[in-house]
């Protein structure tokens, strides 16, 4: 079945740049999601890449897409406190009319030191 | 902003009672989620349910899963018998048509069978 798979932590200093990486195995992957969980909270989608694309930017957020080495990368610009979260790595497969599960990787916990 | 609700936000039964978590999906949205995530571990997709059945299910989703929108605005996971290993978060999502659309995630329910 399908994988995805993600680092576990991530320490970075504030106002520098993050980057999450994430792989996946599943070659009809449609769309790609990064998804932010805060704790005790739900998950936030934050943003998301269709699969013929190379590169998304929104904001402080640039995600890049590798499809031939299926790897997923989210770029955090001028990291903050505030975006000390999991983040999620998610991945939709080959659309079919009934609905569209989604994988999700293992999630990073992303910190965010003074 | 419309959201995905689900009530309540924390269930504690004992083992063997059956729960019904509760959620209202976004209101023009067709297509129903629940995923599950227990402590420590990824989120787990398991049921889609879109036209009033079930779409696609996992194999976590055996016969003591249920779902139904028994109105036109929630959407109900049953547990007809609680398992120790049922307790997770439960996720709630939805989305408005399958192709190129996202899913919205609810806030959670946090289950746990003593």
């Known amino acids: 079945g399908e994988d995805v798979e993600q680092s576990l932590f991530l320490s970075v200093r504030e106002g520098d740049s993050s980057v999450i990486n994430c792989t996946y195995t599943?070659?009809?992957?449609?769309?790609l999601y990064w998804y932010k969980q805060e704790p005790g909270a739900g998950l936030q989608l934050l943003t998301y890449i269709f699969s013929n694309m190379d590169m998304k930017q929104d904001q402080r957020l640039t995600v890049l897409l590798n499809k031939k080495d299926k790897h997923l990368s989210l770029r955090i610009a001028d990291t903050q406190t505030g975006d000390s979260a999991i983040y999620f790595c998610a991945e939709k497969g080959e659309l079919t009319g009934g609905g569209n599960k989604l994988t999700f990787g293992t999630g990073t916990q992303l910190k965010v030191e003074l | 902003e419309p959201e995905v609700t689900q009530t309540p936000s924390h269930q504690v039964t004992q083992m063997g009672q059956e729960v019904i978590l509760r959620c209202v999906p976004i209101?023009?949205?067709?297509?129903f989620y629940w995923y599950r995530q227990i402590l420590g571990q990824k989120v787990e997709f398991l049921v889609s349910f879109y036209n009033n059945e079930i779409s696609e299910k996992s194999e976590i989703f055996d016969d003591q899963f249920s779902v139904e929108r028994p109105d036109g605005s929630n959407f109900t996971l049953k547990i007809r018998s609680t398992k120790l290993e049922d307790s997770a978060m439960y996720f709630c999502?939805?989305?408005?048509?399958?192709?190129?659309?996202?899913?919205?995630f609810g806030p959670g329910t946090r289950l746990t069978v003593l």
């Open positions: 599943d070659s009809s992957s449609t769309y």
């Open positions: 999502a939805s989305n408005r048509q399958v192709a190129g659309d996202t899913q919205y």
């Open positions: 209101s023009n949205h067709l297509y």
